[in-house]
T-cell receptor, first 107, second 118 residues
Framework: SQQGEEDPQALSIQEGENATMNCSYKTSINNLQWYRQNSGRGLVHLILIRSNEREKHSGRLRVTLDTSKKSSSLLITASRAADTASYFCATGNDMRFGAGTRLTVKP | DAMVIQNPRYQVTQFGKPVTLSCSQTLNHNVMYWYQQKSSQAPKLLFHYYDKDFNNEADTPDNFQSRRPNTSFCFLDIRSPGLGDAAMYLC?????????????????FGPGTRLTVL
């Protein structure tokens, strides 16, 4: 089964800056999902992008998908301290998660 | 309004003492999943139920069992917890199964139960 792989593993930025996280995968997909996890909590679904979409927006989130490169990026604009969390991409019918990117936004 | 509820949020057990973690859902979803997540790692799928059909991951230890008595409830039983089983256990649901849909369905996660093994 395929599994998304996020990079970087950890990202530390100042409040107000943009944060970009990347996800690569190995086989063809129907859609790709991004989830967020606050420390010690469950995962929360952020956004789903379908394989025929190239870009999707939701509030301060922007997700791109490049199926030719088998990669996706999650951009959080104007980051806030409350965005501090781990971010995971998930692909595959059986919903395998990558190791995630730990984002720290410093006030 | 809680949709996926896990109890307890924190569980302490002793080495070798059986423990049961509980998950319930108000979404009437067909699929319920159990994940194990150790510190700074990705959630690892242990098994899932599609309705009453149980699907075990190949590398899930025999020490881990699950029960789903009805649509709303699913339990994770750890028969003889070892120190290495200390982790966060996440329950999730989805309306349908990716294998059936042909694409992954959105999952809804509970807050998790943190298990400590003494």
């Amino acid at each position: 089964s395929q599994q998304g792989e996020e990079d970087p593993q950890a990202l530390s930025i100042q409040e107000g800056e943009n944060a970009t996280m990347n996800c690569s995968y190995k086989t063809s997909i129907n859609n790709l999902q991004w989830y967020r996890q606050n420390s010690g909590r469950g995962l929360v679904h952020l956004i789903l992008i379908r394989s025929n979409e190239r870009e999707k927006h939701s509030g301060r989130l922007r997700v791109t998908l490049d199926t030719s490169k088998k990669s996706s990026s999650l951009l959080i604009t104007a980051s806030r301290a409350a965005d501090t969390a781990s971010y995971f991409c998930a692909t595959g019918n059986d919903m395998r998660f990558g190791a995630g990117t730990r984002l720290t936004v410093k006030p | 309004d809680a949709m996926v509820i896990q109890n307890p949020r924190y569980q302490v057990t002793q080495f070798g003492k059986p423990v049961t973690l509980s998950c319930s859902q108000t979404l009437n979803h067909n699929v319920m999943y159990w994940y194990q997540q150790k510190s700074s790692q990705a959630p690892k799928l242990l098994f899932h139920y599609y309705d009453k059909d149980f699907n075990n991951e190949a590398d899930t230890p025999d020490n881990f069992q699950s029960r789903r008595p009805n649509t709303s409830f699913c339990f994770l039983d750890i028969r003889s917890p070892g120190l290495g089983d200390a982790a966060m256990y996440l329950c999730a649901t989805s309306r349908d199964l990716g294998m059936v849909l042909g694409y992954p369905d959105t999952q809804y996660f509970g807050p998790g139960t943190r298990l400590t093994v003494l």
